[in-house]
């Protein structure tokens, strides 16, 4: 599933105000999967900008609607007889979504409420973990299902780097687990050790950590 | 297609869920609160079919209900209930805590395992 | 008759209240065991570090929101508590802000259930005579009008259940019974206290429908009464109070 975090409020509100009519529409599919553009988080975002341009003092009008999914043609069916009465469309999808809207209705000006964060699954209710970086070349057949593009800190592609501790965890963050300590281990308790000694030619990754995120309304619950 | 349908199976896979399942079944009290937590309810004017609770009570709800002896004719029936009336974006709300998703996951299951699944060209599921 | 009469209101008293007890038991004791503990996780890496309580004193900077609603509020409870942006959020998100008659009515329903037959005088007097203890007990005029309270409460499912649409979608017979016969030892219980219709007749049905409540409730969907409490504090969900330590 596609994760994404809402956007600050203020950002939200900088990008419609030149608009007097703005629809919010929220998408069934992962965003409100992942607790970030559901039809719940919709209407708090509509509450909340309405009550910031109220103390603002603008008069912005702020409609709703939550549709099935933003990346498909076939449930833009009430949305298209609704558009026109609208001067901007706030999109609470990932950016697949948003793209999606602004090229069916290429007169209004689309704004994205939402930042597109990862493909990841859910760890627990509200938090998501990186698992996939959609390069486009999957390897997880040999590296028993786990991703060393994604879940080594240096996305290595030929076994770890000096830097794996004894205990498995990753020199870059010790809350990390090295991931291939960990493919080593998988394969070994599979029987299947032999895969790891392929040699992958390099690739150029960027280098970045594995992600996580937790929602905001749900970050008291993981609180330290 | 017309393969008669399992009994037997749906049977014993709703046995190895029935104390889950059961108990969010029965500990559904009929409110109706969870209407406006699913968007598809509120995009089609309120409409009772969206309720997550209806949706679970005529689907999963009867199959317990009818303790697995049901027809193809009737799992085609609850065919759209579970799928097209539900996108199972897992955000139903119970005041008694009733996970209705799961509910719905499992019904799906159920018809999956008999063959009953939307292959039309307009699923979407 | 008059054995039944006196059956019913001595040892079935006992009866029905250790079923009551003893089914709420085993229906907690039933969860714990087809439900396990969830798997420890490591904390995430993304988790904020715990917020430390503000000082009680300190005087905080009105939050700036809605100019009707959370200023006006905390406006009239300046001294007792102050709601937060954040808490005001959260409250907007709950069906207190869909259905806020709805809620409302819910929990006065749900909470008269406890208070009214637990502090009633004439029970507590009984429990005495009994245990040689009692409960506090509520001044007798106000147990009146808070059982008229939950009776409108009921009506009020009772009309929603008839009226409303979706409601009727899914309502069925036994709805209706599981509801009027909670109501009926509180509707007897008001006509026996206002000494309305023929007491004795009127004392059996409140004394058997209560005891019928009593033995119903850990086995029909009346359990919710417990299992409210072991789903959204046990089980993780959205809606789940903390994080949920158990799963199926």
Redesign the interface.
Same mark, same amino acid.
């Given at each position: 599933m596609i994760v994404a975090e809402k956007k600050p409020l203020v950002e939200i509100a900088e990008m419609v105000k030149p608009y007097k009519k703005v629809l919010n529409i929220?998408c069934?599919?992962c965003t *409100?999967?992942c !607790?970030a553009g559901?039809? @719940?988080e919709v209407? %708090?975002l509509t /509450? %909340?900008l309405t009550?910031e341009f109220? &103390?603002r003092g603008a008069e912005i009008q702020i409609h709703e !609607?939550?549709? %099935? /999914?933003q990346c &498909?043609a076939?449930?833009f069916d009430?949305l298209d007889g609704m558009v026109a009465d609208y001067d901007a469309l706030l999109s609470m999808a990932c950016g697949a979504g948003v793209q999606f809207v602004a090229d069916r209705y290429q007169s209004k000006p689309v704004f994205p409420a939402l930042n597109t964060s990862f493909v990841g699954f859910d @760890? $627990?209710?509200?938090?998501f %973990?990186e698992n996939c970086r959609t390069c486009g070349d999957c390897v997880l057949g040999e590296t028993a299902g786990i991703c060393p593009v994604t879940r080594c800190a240096k996305s290595l592609f030929n076994g770890p780097c000096g830097g794996t501790r004894s205990d498995g965890s990753c020199e870059v $963050?010790t $809350?990390?687990r090295c991931a291939w300590y960990e493919i080593h281990q998988r394969l070994k308790s599979q029987n299947r050790l032999d895969l790891i000694m392929k040699v992958r030619p390099a690739r150029e990754w960027v280098n970045q950590m594995r992600r *996580? !995120?937790?929602q905001e309304?749900y @970050? $008291? /619950?993981?609180?330290? | 297609m017309s393969a008669p349908v399992d009994q037997e199976q749906i049977k014993s896979m709703l046995t190895a869920h029935r104390s889950k399942m059961k108990r969010y079944l029965s500990h559904c009290m009929h409110c109706s609160l969870c209407a406006e937590s699913c968007f598809l309810f509120t995009k089609n004017n309120g409409d009772p079919q969206y309720m997550p609770s209806f949706k679970v009570l005529n689907s999963l709800g009867k199959l317990y209900e009818k303790d697995g002896r049901v027809d193809r004719a009737f799992l085609e029936k609850i065919k759209p209930l579970v799928w097209k009336s539900c996108a199972l974006c897992g955000r139903c709300y119970c005041p008694v805590g009733v996970d209705v998703p799961a509910m719905i996951a499992f019904a799906r299951g159920i018809c999956r395992s008999q063959g009953v699944f939307p292959d039309d060209e307009q699923s979407w599921l | 008759m008059a054995l039944f009469v006196e059956f019913i209101k001595g040892p079935m008293v006992w009866i029905s209240s250790a079923v009551f007890l003893g089914g709420l038991l085993v229906q907690v004791w039933r969860f714990f065991a087809i439900t396990r503990k969830k798997k420890p996780l490591y904390q995430p890496a993304a988790a904020k570090p715990k917020e430390k309580k503000p000082a009680k004193k300190t005087k905080q900077k009105v939050p700036s929101g809605d100019k009707l609603t959370i200023e006006a509020i905390n406006r009239r409870l300046q001294p007792l508590i102050r709601i937060t942006d954040k808490q005001w959020n959260n409250l907007e998100n709950t069906i207190f802000r869909t259905h806020p008659i709805v809620a409302l009515v819910t929990v006065v329903f749900h909470l008269l259930l406890f208070i009214i037959p637990l502090f009633l005088l004439a029970h507590n007097e009984l429990i005495r005579g009994a245990l040689g203890f009692s409960l506090p007990s509520l001044s007798e005029r106000l147990a009146d009008t808070m059982t008229v309270v939950l009776l409108m409460c009921g009506s009020f499912f009772l009309l929603r259940r008839i009226f409303v649409r979706r409601v009727r979608a899914i309502t069925t017979a036994w709805d209706y019974f599981i509801l009027l016969i909670t109501l009926t030892p509180f509707f007897t219980g008001f006509l026996a206290f206002h000494q309305w219709g023929d007491y004795p007749t009127v004392m059996l049905i409140h004394i058997l429908s209560a005891e019928l409540v009593l033995i119903l409730i850990p086995f029909t969907k009346l359990n919710h009464m417990v299992y409210f409490f072991l789903y959204r504090l046990l089980i993780g969900s959205e809606y789940s109070f903390g994080q949920g330590k158990r799963v199926w």
């Open positions: 929220g069934g599919g *409100s999967i !607790l559901g039809q @719940k209407a %708090e /509450r %909340e009550r109220g &103390n !609607l939550t549709i %099935e /999914r &498909n076939g449930f009430i @760890k $627990d209710v509200g938090w %973990e $963050d $809350d990390t *996580s !995120l937790i309304p @970050k $008291d /619950r993981y609180a330290k | - | -």
